[in-house]
């Protein structure tokens, strides 16, 4: 029976955290001044989310892999939802258009003055709806859901399908490579799984698709080895770069399962403000103080230190940036709760609802394409919060 070694490891966590909580009950500092401090709820919530991400991948399988194109049953059933949902959508597209543009009239399914109230209050609540767009709200409603439903099985086919073709067993299975099972094998593993972690790490952050499932870890306003635990449920309707690519090289499959494991176990140690600077360490190897930078705020620190094991990668490709200010932890605008659902979802139903009242294909997909920032600015720009 195969371990995962980050399950194995679940003791070794405990272990840490009692004694990170420990050094901070010996080194009291005054109440609110050290965000590396335990507190109840946000370490409850790190800790549902770490138990959640555990169990996703299997859930994950049961839901996803009947949905699957050439995999599951129905997944010929999602490609007709997703494609009648983007014709229906279209459609909409130029109704809409032309009901702007006054080529159509409005359609009166309300009194006058009513229907004026309610185009104020979507002016006000669905930017882009504008003060010119005179569908009626029930429509708006209607044509955003199918937007969303042609958008999400989309992705949705894209990302499970992706899954399935660059899995290691299946790519391992055509290569006719053969690393073995030796220490060097091993370090291949390791080092090619901390190389392509780091672009996949870095994508997270400027694809908003990606950061939607990477921001959970980013959520938390503490930061101690609890939020090293605050990891992402939904890493099975996403996109990335393959670590089944190790497989074409000759990595075996188990070997890629270990180096995933040890990288995660790595990554564990450098989420606390206990450790300062390392000396030498700091110019080769992930360390704390580098890895405060990447969950900063800070306008200097943002999309910074993507490395895992190896903060080289981030000094060869411009990533690197030095702890030099104070850290303030977090998302740049905060979602102020402990609820591990919402955590979970928050990214998601904003860019649900922006992709819903987008009147454009390009936006659409803009807003889940594009790199967050791009996103927040318009949604800045329109009075959404």
Do not use: C
Request: net charge neutral; hydrophobic share 45%.
């Amino acid at each position: 029976m195969k371990i995962d070694l980050t399950v194995a490891a679940i003791p070794a966590f405990i272990g840490a955290m009692a004694a990170e909580y420990a050094w901070q009950r010996s080194h009291p500092v005054e109440p609110g001044t050290r965000a590396g401090d335990y507190q109840l709820a946000d370490t409850v919530a790190s800790l549902s989310m770490g138990l959640g991400s555990l169990a996703a991948p299997y859930v994950a399988r049961r839901l996803l892999d009947p949905v699957t194109p050439g995999v599951g049953r129905h997944g010929r059933t999602l490609l007709a939802i997703g494609a009648a949902a983007a014709v229906l959508t279209t459609v909409g597209d130029v109704v809409r258009r032309r009901v702007r543009d006054g080529a159509l009239p409005a359609p009166q399914t309300v009194p006058a003055d009513v229907r004026e109230v309610q185009e104020e209050l979507a002016t006000i609540r669905q930017a882009p709806a504008t003060r010119a767009d005179r569908t009626p709200l029930a429509l708006r409603r209607v044509h955003g859901g199918l937007a969303v439903s042609a958008v999400a099985s989309t992705a949705l086919i894209t990302s499970t399908t992706w899954a399935a073709m660059t899995s290691g067993k299946r790519l391992h299975a055509r290569s006719p490579l053969d690393l073995g099972n030796g220490r060097w094998a091993l370090a291949a593993a390791v080092l090619g799984w901390d190389f392509i972690y780091y672009w996949n790490h870095r994508l997270s952050h400027e694809s908003r698709w990606l950061w939607a499932v990477h921001s959970v870890h980013h959520s938390s306003e503490r930061y101690n080895l609890s939020t090293a635990l605050r990891q992402p449920v939904a890493e099975g309707v996403t996109l990335t770069v393959p670590y089944g690519l190790l497989a074409l090289a000759g990595v075996r499959p188990a070997l890629i399962e270990q180096a995933r494991g040890i990288n995660l176990i790595y990554q564990f140690w450098i989420h606390t403000e206990a450790i300062q600077r390392l000396g030498w360490v700091e110019k080769v190897l992930n360390t704390p103080s580098h890895h405060r930078v990447h969950h900063g705020s800070n306008r200097d620190y943002l999309d910074r230190n993507h490395g895992s094991i190896l903060i080289l990668w981030d000094r060869l490709f411009g990533t690197f940036e030095e702890e030099d200010e104070p850290v303030v932890y977090g998302l740049t605008s905060n979602i102020d709760t402990f609820d591990p659902v919402r955590i979970a979802t928050h990214e998601w139903r904003d860019i649900a609802a922006d992709v819903a009242a987008a009147d454009s294909w390009h936006d659409r997909w803009s807003f889940l394409l594009r790199p967050p920032g791009w996103a927040y600015s318009r949604r800045a720009a329109a009075g959404v919060a």
